[in-house]
């Protein structure tokens, strides 16, 4: 698919599976934070998530978190869940998925982005050349400037769809 166009959209990080990382040749996730993993500014998993967590560790799959967020905000997170990170990420600039990809020794072919915004995320796994995996945000966006964002990605979620996207 395109630039403008999402790889893959999923329900929630828990419906991703090591099964179909390993279909895809995935062996290593970059994770967002905000709307990916957690509500904004929380520091509590979503539903799911941590048993997720355990089920792609378990799977071999490396994982490390990449956000645009302070470190003062993800070093906490990231240490409660006993994940590298790197913070102030810069997306959709590629220097967070650099950093990981270093870190996790990997292709870009063996590595994906997970995370809930199209402007953020999927621009700065595009522009990097791996692939995005991504998420419907778990709590509504609170912040009218996301949520001014979420109206603008409606025509790149379309052409998703349009292109014969299904929702896993």
């Not at 290593?28 to 998530?49: F, I, K, M, W, Y």
């Not at 994906?112 to 199209?118: I, N, S």
């Not at 522009?127 to 001014?148: E, H, S």
Request: glycine fraction near 6%.
């Amino acid at each position: 698919m395109s630039i403008f166009c999402p790889d893959y959209i999923f329900a929630s990080v828990d419906r991703i599976t090591p099964e179909f990382l390993r279909g895809q040749g995935i062996r290593a996730l970059v994770l967002d934070v905000d709307n990916t993993l957690t509500a904004h500014n929380s520091q509590e998993l979503a539903p799911g998530v941590a048993d997720w967590l355990s089920r792609m560790r378990d799977a071999g799959i490396a994982l490390r978190i990449s956000s645009n967020n302070t470190a003062a905000r993800v070093r906490p997170f990231a240490k409660k869940l006993g994940l590298p990170f790197v913070s102030f990420s810069l997306k959709p600039a590629p220097r967070g998925l650099r950093i990981a990809r270093r870190a996790f020794g990997v292709k870009k072919s063996e590595m994906a982005l997970v995370g809930d915004q199209v402007f953020t995320d999927m621009f700065a796994a595009k522009f990097y050349g791996i692939r995005i995996l991504m998420v419907q945000p778990v709590a509504p966006d609170f912040k009218w400037t996301i949520r001014f964002k979420r109206v603008l990605e409606r025509p790149f979620l379309a052409r998703y769809y349009k292109k014969g996207g299904k929702l896993l």
